[in-house]
């Protein structure tokens, strides 16, 4: 019964979405890590020691996903994630990507620290 699968079509015409394989060689492997590792340290040098900065890299149904995360002393915890396509893989990501998503992900932990303890505190971001 097609009508009960959320891929629901005719039998050889749908894949039932199954994800292309998107194989990776240990180079690009490398450099997505390296790239997300980047991130990771620069987003550590804008803020002050009790922010905490992780990054996961996974294979989703688009191919490689990367995901940097802070999470703030205060406040909830937030993310940027990217997919990155063959082409970003083979040039690598430039050091104003790197920097602008560093930039924002400390600026958005420092101000949910500020909305969560109140307009009496002195900004954390360097």
Known sequence: MNGNNPYAG?????DAGR??????SAAQVRALRT?????????QTY???G???GSELSYGSNGPQATVAVRPPAGRP?????????EDLESGLTDEDRDEVARGLAA???LQVMN?????LTPTAR
């Open 10 to 14: 005719a039998p050889g015409v749908v």
């Open 78 to 86: 937030v993310s940027a994630g990217f997919a990155p396509d063959e």
């Open 51 to 53: 922010y905490a900065v």
């Open 116 to 120: 969560t303890v109140g307009d009496g």
């Open 35 to 43: 790239a997300v590792a980047g991130i990771v340290s620069r987003t």
């Open 108 to 110: 958005s932990a420092a």
């Open 19 to 24: 994800p292309e394989d998107v194989d990776l």
């Open 47 to 49: 803020l002050p020691e």
